[in-house]
């Protein structure tokens, strides 16, 4: 089995990596559909579902604002326009996530999507109380793990969800890679000393959950099933072979989210 | 006197010549007296003169014709002088202002796209942005021109305005002929307005534009006209809405001096805010579509591998109050189309306007129309030509009708593109044998020899429902033929039957009403399931399905497996860096799968 590893982000090739572009979505959920991909992994940005707007920031009278409440998880009514282009890449770059992920499901492929964890508030808003995660959650094969990514090795607890498909094992592998039993006391809210915001740093993971989510999700594909018949064309494979990067940077790169 | 305008009108030309005369002597003694030299130069200052009614054509001909002196002359103290003259503009303006009707604008419209079709339509040198960026600056805006009056009450009107808007933006994206776009997916693909927030927008900017000369605006008048300032208020509202979290503005309801002064004081401000309600308008409707896209396509994935424990939501649709039915199966249908595949499925019927091409060419007019299709539809509507060739009594085989796969053949040659072409020779004389009927004939005469024999009229009724469910027909086919009947039985005719002429009247106009068939006054309701929903539908669907876990079953098909070489899509990955997914799945993938639990940092 030869696994190639596509890194689709806007940085990486701003045509085929951008999925705000719906030609872009259409070409990768039809590569899944046609069998050539078996798993994704993301997590679509955050920044308009975030908690953090919750809290008003002294000083900052312009301060991000709550976009989407329970009634309206998708966005408010009323917005500002920069505020109403943020939510529409967020529901494009959520809505490719989930049909990926309902995709490979249907196709027997693996899956890993990664976002928040629900807040224990009820008037806080979050992709795990909509209704079409709670039917995906429902499906037999998809699970959700939770977890605290302080527990391996983020500076905040930062409590986060993963809707996991045809992946059995990764709860067990996650757990193999945890490297402290106690939570950080650190909190990623508002400004940092520099002046950015705080929760920026928590874009990315840290390196043990990418161990331990690549060794579960590695074990999930290994046991897919085989079709030694079924080849991937030439055409696909010219196209992403700008997209497997082999070199590294230092850090993760801007946020295009909007 | 800078930029000033003055109004008069008058009974007749004459009379409006004269006092046009008149005006511009007082004005330019008034002038003069002020020691002011006008300047009476082409486009400095103009009379500006409509005429209409008795005697406008030779007041036309007088002023603006080939041999018309040049400008108005005008009688002073120091002699005369002449003040040129402009009127064609003027009147144009003018009556397009009066008398500007949505089916005129419309027409107009479709006019103006026929004419820069091939600009605009697929034309695939330019994207579809830029192909609706110039559909907005050129046609749109001068099909809105002077719509702010509309108040388009009637739900027919609305709906005549609605469709054919959208039939137009429709035309601008590719395929347009063969893909069904919905309404939603016009909007949201073209990034045009909605017709509804076009006529909104018209109407604030036309606001903003009586209160920014509110001095000289007839607010009588206005306000008299209630339906204007009903539809001005829901406007109002709708931008309140719209802008509330991103402005200051109050509710309108309650603080309007606050709008007024806006409207008064800050015209562009004015118009920007309007802009920028409907650019958000748009954006929310846009999100809407889009959430909800991915909504239904979700459910269809699930639903195709049977995941899913109950099929689409539905809902029960009444069938339309215009009876389609067909006479002898006493079956009522939602669309003329449903009732015409129905009479060709199960009785053989084909429409009777088919019988009279053989080519794609109509026989009378000439023009060639391309397809078999296109030439049926231009028969049905086209009365002068239908009944031409059904006067010449030259009934040849019905040709390949729409929906087969010669006809499909002629429309993907055709693409669309190309209009009916006019065709030029010799016409053929006018048929004189044959008659030319929109009704059954054989209905009309069965029901006539029939109606001989009965002696009552409740026989009479009888018999002509008896003869409905013997003979094959719509009810419209049906009903057309007791009609004709009605008007065309003379009083001879009626004399020889069994019952009195009124009652054989009364009789035949009683059966023309649907209420007589039963079958066709039944509110039937028909089921539809589909996935193209609301979005708050949607996710009422995903919330039972979620909770009838009892039904909860794997993938109803067993995946069919990936190949040797396979790819994993780490979205929203960023640059790659050390310790990151892809680096440890490669390090994995190199060393073996079996080590993946056995080497945990915590163990």
Aim: hydrophobic fraction near 40%; proline fraction near 6%.
């Amino acid at each position: 089995m030869q696994l190639f590893v596509i890194s689709l982000d806007v940085v990486i090739d701003a045509t085929w990596g951008d999925i705000s572009r719906q030609q872009t979505r259409e070409f990768w959920l039809a590569a899944i559909r046609a069998r050539w991909v078996v798993a994704i992994i993301g997590g679509p940005p955050c920044e308009t579902w975030s908690q953090a707007r919750e809290r008003s920031i002294e000083g900052h009278d312009f301060a991000p604002r709550v976009l989407r409440v329970p009634e309206h998880p998708w966005g408010v009514p009323s917005l500002r326009l920069k505020e109403l282009r943020q939510i529409r890449v967020g529901n494009d770059l959520m809505g490719f996530i989930l049909e990926a992920v309902v995709m490979l499901y249907c196709v027997g492929g693996v899956a890993a999507l990664e976002h928040p964890a629900e807040p224990a508030s009820e008037s806080s808003v979050s992709i795990w109380k909509t209704p079409i995660l709670a039917l995906l959650l429902s499906l037999p094969g998809i699970d959700l793990v939770s977890l605290a990514q302080g527990l391996w090795g983020a500076k905040s607890p930062k409590p986060t969800s993963f809707v996991v498909v045809n992946a059995p094992d990764m709860r067990q592998a996650l757990r193999n890679w945890q490297i402290t039993r106690e939570l950080p006391k650190g909190i990623s809210i508002g400004r940092d000393q520099a002046g950015g915001w705080s929760t920026a740093v928590l874009k990315e993971y840290p390196p043990s959950l990418n161990g331990g989510l690549a060794a579960g999700l590695l074990a999930a594909i290994g046991q897919c099933a085989q079709d030694p018949t079924h080849t991937v064309p030439a055409s696909f494979v010219a196209r992403c072979a700008p997209m497997l990067c082999t070199e590294y940077g230092e850090h993760i790169g801007p946020d295009f989210a909007g | 006197m800078d930029d000033s305008c003055f109004c008069f009108a008058a009974e007749d030309p004459l009379t409006l010549e004269r006092k046009a005369a008149n005006l511009c002597g007082l004005l330019l003694q008034r002038c003069k007296s002020y020691a002011m030299t006008p300047n009476l130069q082409p486009g400095k200052t103009a009379v500006l003169l409509v005429f209409q009614g008795k005697g406008a054509a030779a007041a036309r001909k007088k002023h603006f014709g080939p041999t018309a002196d040049p400008g108005l002359p005008v009688l002073l103290e120091g002699g005369v002088q002449r003040v040129h003259m402009c009127i064609w503009v003027v009147s144009c303006i003018i009556e397009e202002i009066c008398d500007k009707k949505p089916a005129d604008a419309t027409a107009s419209l479709k006019g103006l796209f026929n004419n820069i079709g091939k600009i605009l339509y697929q034309n695939k040198q330019l994207s579809l942005q830029r192909r609706a960026e110039l559909f907005r600056t050129l046609m749109l805006s001068k099909y809105v021109y002077g719509c702010d009056s509309w108040t388009l009450m009637e739900q027919q009107t609305r709906h005549f305005v609605h469709t054919s808007l959208m039939k137009l933006y429709r035309r601008l994206l590719p395929h347009a002929y063969h893909t069904p776009y919905s309404d939603e997916e016009v909007l949201f693909l073209t990034g045009l307005s909605d017709p509804s927030d076009l006529f909104r927008q018209q109407r604030l900017r036309h606001l903003g534009a009586l209160y920014s000369c509110s001095d000289s605006v007839p607010w009588g008048l206005i306000n008299a006209d209630t339906e204007w300032t009903h539809l001005v208020r829901s406007d109002l509202e709708w931008m309140w809405h719209q802008l509330r979290s991103s402005s200051k503005l109050p509710d309108p309801q309650h603080h309007f001096g606050v709008w007024v002064g806006i409207m008064r004081d800050h015209r562009r401000y004015w118009k920007k805010l309007v802009r920028r309600a409907g650019d958000h308008a748009a954006a929310q409707r846009d999100n809407r579509f889009s959430v909800t896209q991915f909504h239904t396509s979700i459910l269809q994935h699930l639903q195709q591998a049977q995941c899913l424990g109950q099929g689409p939501p539905s809902d029960l649709r009444t069938l339309p109050t215009t009876p389609y039915g067909c006479m002898q199966c006493q079956k009522k249908f939602m669309s003329r189309g449903g009732c015409g595949a129905h009479m060709f499925r199960v009785h053989g019927h084909v429409h009777p306007v088919r019988r009279l091409f053989d080519t794609t060419q109509c026989g009378c007019c000439l023009r060639e129309f391309h397809s078999f299709g296109r030439l049926k539809a231009h028969l049905i509507r086209a009365d002068f030509c239908r009944h031409s060739l059904q006067r010449r009594n030259h009934y040849v085989a019905p040709a390949a009708g729409i929906g087969s796969t010669e006809n499909d053949r002629q429309e993907a040659a055709l693409d669309g593109l190309l209009p009916p072409l006019p065709g030029y020779g010799p016409h053929l004389p006018p048929g004189g044998q044959g008659i030319a009927l929109d009704y059954h004939l054989h209905i009309f005469e069965e029901i006539y020899m029939r109606m001989l024999d009965v002696t009552s009229t409740a026989e009479g009724e009888k018999m002509i429902r008896d003869v409905a469910q013997e003979i094959p027909a719509t009810w419209e086919d049906f009903r057309k033929t007791l009609q004709a009947l009605l008007h065309e039985a003379t009083t001879e005719d009626t004399a020889v039957l069994g019952i009195s002429a009124d009652d054989f009247y009364s009789l035949l106009r009683r059966l023309s009403l649907d209420t007589q068939w039963p079958f066709l006054c039944v509110e039937a309701e028909v089921q539809m399931a589909h996935w193209h929903r609301e979005l708050h539908l949607l996710e009422d669907y995903c919330i039972e399905e979620a909770q009838n876990t009892h039904q909860r079953r794997l993938c109803g098909e067993v995946p069919r497996g990936f190949g040797v070489v396979r790819y994993v899509l780490h979205a929203f990955s960023g640059r790659r860096r050390c310790g990151d997914f892809q680096f440890y799945l490669i390090v994995w993938q190199l060393t073996s799968l079996a080590c993946s639990c056995s080497s945990s940092p915590l163990t």
